[in-house]
């Protein structure tokens, strides 16, 4: 089915550990986004890309890293883990251009850092 | 920045009452705004969105949100609640020109019987 698509749904990591969140979409969009949830906080913007090879901070950027490999991926690396980063990530893909189209979301990563 | 507040975080109500989750955005300039619904352990998915072609926008599963610029309000109804509507739902807003989604802290619905 096309969408997009996160990997791992689940992952636990020690304080201080890296890992890596892999993003796809299959729907040739232009603009790709990761997002984390957390309780009473709504969604808030880690980074985003507009096109393939740019990429921009959200609101809430420090202690990510980004790549968008290609049109269809972008990840979201955790260099040195924090507690503070246990949260639930959804990445999300746009068409693009207008403000006007609709975000196509993934099912969520849900990443614990004890 | 843009912006917007969603009062309520928990919203009750009974099977068949009236649903109204409220939304209101900072601009200055009308963006579009969006209403996403997100059901237990799954990503969001879009019930309706603003984008000025009309004030009263329909979306799906019976919700209907209402753009008033005076109130700078873009409040979710459903006229008659179904068990099925329990979720949590966001307002989302974007400026013209961008695609830089920004999310409400969300309104938890519940729906008893």
């Known amino acids: 089915n096309a969408g997009v698509t996160q990997t791992p749904k689940f992952q636990v990591l020690k304080t201080g550990q890296s890992m890596t969140l892999q993003c796809a979409q299959d729907?040739?969009?232009?603009?790709m986004y990761w997002y984390r949830q957390d309780p009473g906080m709504g969604l808030r913007l880690i980074y985003y890309?507009?096109?393939?090879?740019?990429?921009d901070k959200g609101e809430v950027p420090n202690g990510y890293n980004v790549s968008r490999l290609n049109k269809r991926e972008f990840s979201l690396r955790l260099e040195s883990a924090a507690p503070s980063q246990t949260s639930v990530y959804f990445c999300?893909?746009?068409?693009?251009?207008?403000?006007?189209?609709?975000?196509?979301f993934g099912a969520g990563s849900r990443l614990t850092v004890l | 920045a843009q912006s917007v507040t969603q009062l309520g975080s928990h919203v009750s109500v009974s099977e068949g009452a009236l649903v109204l989750l409220r939304c209101n955005y900072s601009s200055s300039v009308p963006p579009y705004l969006f209403w996403y619904v997100q059901y237990p352990n799954q990503g969001l998915q879009l019930l309706l969105k603003y984008t000025s072609a009309a004030t009263l926008v329909k979306g799906i599963n019976g919700f209907e949100a209402e753009f008033k610029k005076s109130e700078t309000s873009f409040h979710l109804t459903k006229p008659s609640a179904h068990m099925s509507d329990a979720a949590e739902y966001f307002c989302a807003v974007s400026d013209r020109g961008t695609d830089k989604l920004i999310f409400g802290t969300g309104t938890r619905l519940q729906v008893f019987p």
């Open positions: 729907m040739n969009h232009n603009s």
């Open positions: 890309s507009a096109s393939e090879g740019t990429t």
């Open positions: 999300a893909s746009i068409t693009g251009g207008s403000g006007a189209n609709v975000l196509t």
